[in-house]
């Protein structure tokens, strides 16, 4: 246990009683791990899975107790069951089951957010990342104010693609506050970690730390808070969807028939948890060749508006595979912003007046 290098965390620790033995948690052995990373501290309490409820006090309290720290920007800690069986010994006391639905449940709503977008795909590769950005930049271009979450905690891409580099804040010690770049709040744990360094956390933690960069942070008014997530359908993304207010959902993928059996897993998943799909978008569809103008379907074509026929939701248009797409997101600028009157960023503006008109529909 990586404990004990934090001797000002602990003593914070200590003096928060576990209600069974009357010892503090430290003592009591509840405290499993502590991380702390340039003022931003993650803890980890081991548990009785039949005591999660009876300890979300002890949590809060402890939470607050760590967060008056001199020093401390952030806090997360989370109830874990390392020993239990179930999948549900190590979800947060207050996560949903992870089983298809039985019906559309009330959430609570992202103060100040009228729309919550999420941009999937069925596996990696296929460039959700760089659709995200520029679909979010391509919204904000048409008018509207949005922000982006950057929900792919084992390979967050966001802050070098928008161009943001440093360390969010917070004003009140328990709000944080986004950073911003070409008009657009963002989030993501790559502001809270070296580039280089892998995020190794289990499920509770990541499930935490999400639900954080979510609630935790202060927006303010949005009309559109785009959210980047992890490729595939695994528990962070089902997770979020049974338990963050999503409006709509777009899958993107590649035009060739493997991708799109990936994205039909996607797009179901949002189904089974009745999240509106409002579309799929085919990205790299074509090749131009920027000496004869010929264009060459390296991934297939037209795969993805023939599945989205089949499965009976909107096509939102296609993407191009352009070398300054990935130019532009690499430098920081993508090409929305860098060439906003090109064909790239025309692509996404359309692309973001479909997607823009389907959520319109659900928030009015």
Not at 328 to 351: L, N, Q, S, T
Request: aromatic share 4%; glycine share 10%.
């Amino acid at each position: 246990m990586a404990t004990k290098d934090h001797p000002e965390i602990l003593k914070a620790l200590r003096e928060i009683a576990d209600p069974a033995s009357g010892k503090d948690i430290v003592t009591s052995g509840l405290v499993a791990n502590v991380l702390q990373k340039e003022g931003n501290v993650a803890i980890v309490l081991e548990i009785d899975p039949k005591r999660a409820q009876e300890l979300e006090p002890v949590r809060k309290a402890a939470e607050a107790a760590v967060q008056s720290l001199p020093g401390v920007l952030s806090t997360s800690i989370v109830l874990t069951a390392e020993t239990a069986g179930s999948e549900a010994a190590h979800a947060p006391p207050d996560a949903p089951s992870h089983g298809p639905s039985d019906g559309p449940k009330e959430i609570a709503r992202i103060p100040g957010v009228r729309s919550l977008l999420a941009v999937a795909s069925g596996k990696g590769g296929v460039g959700k990342s760089t659709t995200a950005v520029n679909l979010a930049l391509a919204l904000k271009a048409n008018g509207l104010a949005v922000g982006i979450l950057d929900v792919d905690i084992f390979g967050p891409s966001i802050p070098r693609m928008m161009g943001i580099a440093g360390k969010p804040e917070t004003s009140d010690g328990k709000t944080i506050l986004p950073l911003a770049n070409h008009g657009i709040a963002c989030m993501s744990i790559g502001f809270l970690v070296e580039a280089d360094a892998p995020v190794i956390w289990r499920g509770p933690i990541v499930m935490r730390a999400v639900e954080q960069m979510l609630r935790d942070v202060r927006w303010g008014e949005l009309d559109v808070l785009v959210l980047d997530l992890p490729p595939g359908t695994g528990d962070v993304q089902l997770t979020l969807a049974q338990s963050a207010p999503l409006t709509g959902a777009v899958i993107v993928s590649t035009p060739q028939d493997l991708a799109l059996l990936d994205a039909r897993k996607g797009l179901n998943m949002f189904r089974q948890v009745h999240v509106p799909v409002l579309g799929i978008v085919e990205n790299m569809s074509y090749f131009t060749c920027p000496h004869c103008g010929d264009q060459t379907p390296i991934f297939s074509h037209g795969g993805a508006r023939e599945e989205a026929k089949r499965l009976g939701v909107d096509f939102l248009g296609e993407v191009p595979l352009a070398i300054a797409i990935r130019e532009r997101a690499d430098e920081g600028v993508p090409i929305v912003i860098a060439e906003p009157e090109g064909e790239h960023a025309k692509a996404y503006r359309e692309i973001a007046n479909h997607v823009w008109k389907s959520l319109e529909a659900r928030v009015a």
